[in-house]
C-alpha cells in the first residue's frame, strides 16, 4: 500500500505532527495532488489556537464547528497532478496546477451561483477538509484547479488566499471617486498583495499603514504612495486623514481589530467604504448615525468565487505585478513558521515546500 504523509493538527492549542498513512482511494471525480509548493496563512494561527475572539470574553469555539480533528491545514497550495477517480480526467496527470480552496456543498443558492466561499456547509480545503501541509491533497472536482502558465509556483499558492481575498475586496471599491486616496491597513501577506494589485488595478492613491518599518519599505517597493507607521502616530486617524488630503475614500482592512476598525471610520470622508477581511477579532463601539451621515458603508468580505481567482491569475500573468516577498522552507518547518505568523516575525508570505 502506498504511503503519504502529512502534518497533522491533532488538538486545539497544539503543534501539528508529522504522520504517516496511506494514500487515500480516489472517489469518482476526485483528483490527486502532489504539493510542491503550500502558503501560511495567519489565519491557520487561528485555527491552531481553537476560537475566534468575539471581544468581551467572547469568542467562537472550533471544538463547536464541522471542522474534524485531527486536521491538516493549508489552504494556499500548488502542486502536480498524480492521479484522478475518473477517466476522463487523465490528461492532468502532470500538470501543475493551482487549487481553489474555498469549495462549498455544491447544491446550495450560493454554490450553483457561483459563489462557494458564500457556502453555509463549506468544504474548504485546509479548514473543513485536509489542506495542502501534506505531500499529497485530494481536491473533489477537476473545476478547483487552476492553471498558472509559468508563473513563479511559490507566489502562485498564495493568489488563492492572500491575493483572492484582497483581489475581491479591492473589486468591491470600484469605482473609486476622482482623486481619491485607497488606505491599505496591515502589511501581512493580505496587505502587500493588496498594495501590488491595486497599483495593477489602477488605484491613484495608495497609503499603507503597519506598525513595522520593514513592512512599510516593503510596500514602498511594492508600489504604495506614501506610508504611514500606525505605532509612532500620536493621533492615527488625523495623520491617516491628512496623507489622503481629506479624500481618504476606500480601506481594505486587513487586520480587523477595534483599533484599526475605528481608525479607518474615523479617517474616511463623505461617501466611502471600508472593507473588512482582517479576522484579529474583538468588538468595537460604531456610532450608528455616523453610517448615514458620512454615506458610509461597512463591508465584510471572505476570501473569493472561483471566477474571481480565474480573473486574478489572468491579470497576474499579463505581468507588472511585483509579487511580495516569498520566504520558502521545508514542510518540515511548519511550527516554526506558525510560531512567526503569531509573534509578528514573518515578512510577506512564508510558503512551505513537502
Avoid at 493580505?190 to 513595522?212: H, M, Q
Amino acid at each position: 500500500m502506498a504511503l503519504t504523509h502529512s502534518y497533522q493538527l491533532q488538538q486545539y492549542g497544539g503543534q501539528p505532527v508529522r504522520v504517516e498513512h496511506p494514500l487515500p482511494p480516489l472517489q469518482n471525480d476526485e483528483i490527486l495532488i502532489r504539493v510542491t509548493h503550500a502558503g501560511v496563512c495567519h489565519s491557520d494561527v487561528y485555527i491552531q489556537d481553537g476560537y475566534q475572539d468575539l471581544g468581551n470574553g467572547e469568542k467562537i469555539d472550533f471544538a463547536d464547528s464541522t471542522m474534524p480533528m485531527p486536521l491538516v491545514m493549508g489552504h494556499e497550495i500548488v502542486g502536480e497532478v498524480v492521479a484522478t477517480g475518473n477517466e476522463q480526467h487523465r490528461s492532468l496527470i502532470g500538470q501543475r496546477r493551482l487549487i481553489y480552496p474555498w469549495i462549498g456543498c455544491g447544491n446550495c443558492p450560493s454554490c450553483t451561483g457561483g459563489h462557494d466561499n458564500h457556502c453555509e456547509q463549506p468544504r474548504s480545503l485546509g479548514i473543513f477538509r485536509h489542506g495542502g501541509y501534506a505531500e499529497h491533497v485530494v481536491v473533489p472536482d477537476a473545476r478547483y484547479l487552476l492553471d498558472i502558465g509559468d508563473l513563479d509556483p511559490a507566489w502562485a499558492c498564495t493568489l488563492a488566499c492572500s491575493g483572492l481575498t484582497v483581489y475581491s475586496a479591492l473589486q468591491q471599491l470600484l469605482p473609486m471617486k476622482s482623486g481619491s486616496a485607497l488606505a491599505i491597513v496591515g502589511l501581512g501577506g493580505l496587505g502587500l498583495s493588496a498594495v501590488s494589485l491595486a497599483r495593477k488595478l489602477g488605484f491613484s492613491t495608495i497609503i499603507a499603514c503597519d506598525i513595522a518599518d520593514d513592512r512599510l519599505e516593503a510596500a514602498l517597493k511594492l508600489g504604495a504612495d506614501r506610508v504611514l507607521n500606525t505605532a509612532n502616530s500620536e493621533d492615527a486617524e488625523q495623520a491617516l486623514k491628512s496623507l489622503a488630503g481629506q479624500r481618504l475614500h476606500g480601506v481594505i482592512d486587513t487586520v480587523g481589530s477595534p483599533a484599526t476598525v475605528q481608525m479607518a471610520i474615523g479617517a474616511v470622508a463623505k461617501g466611502s467604504r471600508v472593507v473588512l477581511v482582517g479576522l484579529h477579532g474583538g468588538q468595537t463601539a460604531l456610532r450608528i448615525p455616523l453610517l448615514p451621515f458620512k454615506a458610509l458603508s461597512l463591508i465584510g468580505s471572505y476570501t473569493g468565487s472561483l471566477s474571481e481567482l480565474q480573473a486574478l491569475i489572468a491579470l497576474v500573468r499579463q505581468g507588472g505585478i511585483a509579487p511580495l516577498p516569498i520566504n520558502q522552507r521545508p514542510l518540515c518547518c511548519l511550527p516554526d513558521a506558525l510560531s512567526d505568523l503569531r509573534r509578528g516575525k514573518a515578512l510577506g508570505r512564508i510558503v512551505l515546500n513537502p
